[in-house]
């Protein structure tokens, strides 16, 4: 799955929540970490970021010689998906992962 998405999938960028009942008053977050956490906030998920970041487009790849249209397509999401997932995503696992709801979940594959 090649994409921005694809990367926040691969990564787990997101803090698990199951169900919507009351789970009572959450960790206190300290104003130094509220600070190093809010620029991390403001992605958008626009995906300029990734356009602009020479290691994330680096996949060079050309088409073998009888390598169908499709076929060619399939190998290059593969290596999209196996390269550098990008400042969004890595932007993302950093900002959850530093949220104090975060640490009362299961580690989810990948961490600062």
């Avoid at 206190?28 to 970021?49: I, K, N, T, V, W």
């Avoid at 990734?50 to 249209?69: F, I, R, S």
């Amino acid at each position: 799955m090649a994409g921005s998405f694809g990367a926040l999938i691969k990564t787990k960028a997101w803090i698990p929540a199951d169900g919507y009942y009351d789970m009572g008053p959450g960790s206190r977050q300290s104003q130094a970490d509220q600070e190093r956490s809010y620029p991390l906030s403001e992605c958008m998920s626009c995906g300029c970021c990734l356009e602009a970041c020479p290691q994330y487009t680096k996949v060079e790849l050309t088409k073998a010689d009888g390598e169908t249209e499709a076929d060619f397509a399939a190998r290059k999401n593969s290596a999209y998906d196996s390269s550098f997932v990008g400042a969004h995503a890595i932007s993302q696992v950093m900002l959850f992962n530093t949220n104090p709801t975060a640490k009362c979940r299961p580690a989810n594959g990948w961490t600062p």
